[in-house]
């Protein structure tokens, strides 16, 4: 069937949501494709409060700002939201998108701007066993425990001291699970001081330049062999250890699911401090192609705060394109600018700044 | 990347690698091939690379049955250290129309001539072959259980490393861009990298044939032409063959893991270049394999893509010399140069160190002239 839209949101994560609320009122018809049963993203998974600024729900609990947006766009009479519906591929000669409803229901989607706010997946480790029931992505965790209440087991080694690494241990041991260690493969802890502190108060070790070498069991997990490594990132011989446990959890980064801005044929460039392939683009979140906009983590992964900045300056700026402006348009971009630059202030920012500074282009597309 | 060569061959799919395989292995020395992108990027790495000898005319028989000889040992004369997942599940090719089963009969009369023991189906007997195709309209068909297919990606391969192995120079990411040529005779290949002197370069550049061509001054009437391909989520078996109708224009086949790959003609695909793939393609697909193999209509499409034939005007490969001394032609396949491979290759070899050729007929046959003497090549069975 076909659909015709003004704007597509392809995500309703925390960018996706931010996008189609900086197009309320605008009369533009608006169109979000989401496909999970909910709209959230990866919000809903986050039981912690947020950091940051106060304009960007800091002190107020992930999910809690999920559901804050989520009633947001849906009361609004010109957002469209459909549900259990993935964007499954763009085809230039038709230029539509074509997306699948609840595995049955096939739309051709028409549209002027799309806004792309897909989010990112997680990475997975090479070793040995690597498949053996009981081994999660970080991601995988925390949806079983914090949207559907499931333990996913008792004895937990975790791989990865990044920030995602050490909430999800945090929250484990919340919920009773016992977390034996977090293990780094690099020479420091990857994530916030503050969080780290936290888990080490709680008597959680955690192992720099040590990692996971193979994963042992019969049918399932029960134990992985660790191993400790030198400045080259290689295996210490003779350093080898058996730890028994029945559940390994490998937070190890995520990566921006960009094959639909492959298939937009936006330039795109590997920059590893983002996480992999982003699209190059303007201030104003536009790629190379001109009607199609970035937001959240698949324009490099960062955090929701970043997201929603991101997704606010991207929903305004299809309006402004699409001539539906409110005449403070620029004033309002210009500020989230402005939170944005903040956020990649300091040495936290650090990274994130030198991997922007490989994909934004000045020109005004 | 060396600035002397004997022969430069132009492409890193299936064609190029094989022709200098075939040339080192007999002995001759600095072969270097240019690949602008990586090997199997063209045409070889999009194909179905269904392998087939049920054809209607002497010489494509030829070049098949020599070829398929070939695939069965291929693995081993390349010492190959993986599988080229050569496997001889047969083609099974339905007749819908009076015509397509007169055609079939000829067709099957010279095959078995050729010693090939290719069945005849009547309607009843064709569920034994393809248990899910539905018999509605079907009037006949032909199987050959020694047709069959390979991995490309691993046929490549196997390829390049043997001539590796052998010293033979595969440069990657580099483009030709212009050929020198003095009294009508190769001197040069001009790369994106640097010149190479050298005194022949063959032309396996695949969709892109006749763009290397007009380098040499030499215009080779092939054109390319889009044709797209999808493949399901792998599931329980359900047939054996290649599918192939020409009624419908599509084929169709159950990969070793279970995943089913198909395509179908369409004759307004665009006669460019151009890869991308369309909605359209999907339905039309969809529909019309759905109809001939009902079961099909549950499965899962997990990817789409499209790759390009190499078309001459009378759908035949061109393999052969041309009025520039040193430059060679193995082009304009078709469709079908995945399958033939080992004989184009041995071929091309044969020419440029003057051993005999194993279908000497060629040379009047599938050479770049037989257009200008308007003696275009007849072949009966094509999609
Ligand atoms: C454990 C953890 C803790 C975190 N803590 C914080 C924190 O304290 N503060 C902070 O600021 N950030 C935090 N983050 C990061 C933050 O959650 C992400 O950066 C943010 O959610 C990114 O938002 P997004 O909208 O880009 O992507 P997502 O939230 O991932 O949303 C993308 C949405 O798009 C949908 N989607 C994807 N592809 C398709 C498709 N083809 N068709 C239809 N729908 C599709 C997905 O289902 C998803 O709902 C944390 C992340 C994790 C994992
Ligand atoms: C959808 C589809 C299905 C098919 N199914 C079958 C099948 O079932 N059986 C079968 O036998 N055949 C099949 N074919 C046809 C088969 O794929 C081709 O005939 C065969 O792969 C041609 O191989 P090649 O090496 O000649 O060309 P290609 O594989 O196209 O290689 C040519 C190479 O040359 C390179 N090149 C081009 N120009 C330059 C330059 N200037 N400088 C450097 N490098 C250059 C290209 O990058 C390319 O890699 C199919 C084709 C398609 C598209």
Redesign the pocket.
Known sequence: MRIDCDVLI???????LCAARSLLGTGLNVLI????PFLG???L??T?M???SKEQYAGTR?FEIGQILTREVQASPNVTVMLE????GYYPEENFILALEKEKKLYQIYFKKVIV????SEKSLLFEGNDLPGIYG??AV?TLMNMYGVMPGQDIIMIGSG??GL??SYQLLQAGVKVKAILEAAPTVGGYFVHAAKVRRMGIPIFTQTTVKRALGQNALEAVEIVNLDSKWQYVAGTERKWSCDTLCLAVGLSP?SE?LWQFQCEMRYVSELGGYVAKRNAIMQTTHPDVYI????SGV????S?MLEGTIAGFAAAKALHKMLDSVDQVIQNSQKFLDEMHRGPIGEKIRNGLAKVEVDVCL | MKNKASVVIVGGGITGVAIAYELIKRGVKDIIVLEKNTLSSGATGRCGAGVRQQWGTEMNLKLSIGSVKRFETLQEELEYPHDIEFSQTGYFMPAYTEKQVEQFKKNITLQRKFGLHVEWLEPSDCRKVVPIIDLKGLMAATYYDKDGHLNPFHTTQAYAMACRRKGVDIELFTELIGIKTEHDSIKAAITSKGVIECDSIVNAAGGWSQIVGNMAGVSIPTYSERHQILITEPIEPLFRPMVMSFYHNFYTQQEPNGAIIMGIGDPNEPKEINVDSTYLFLQKMASVVTTVLPPLKHARVVRQWAGMYNMSPDKTPIIGKTQIKGFYLACGFSGHGFMISPMTSTLIAQMMTNEPLAIPEIETKLDLGRFERGELFVEPSVV
Request: glycine letters at 22%; a negative charge; proline letters at 2%.
């Open positions: 392809i995500g309703g994560g925390p960018a996706g494709l989401e496909r999970d993203g990866q919000l998974k986050q912690h947020f950091f940051g992930g519906t993935v964007a499954s706010a897909t989010g990112a970080a991601g925390q920030n995602i909430i999800v699911m639909l937001a959240g983590d698949v960062e955090e929701a705060s997201a």
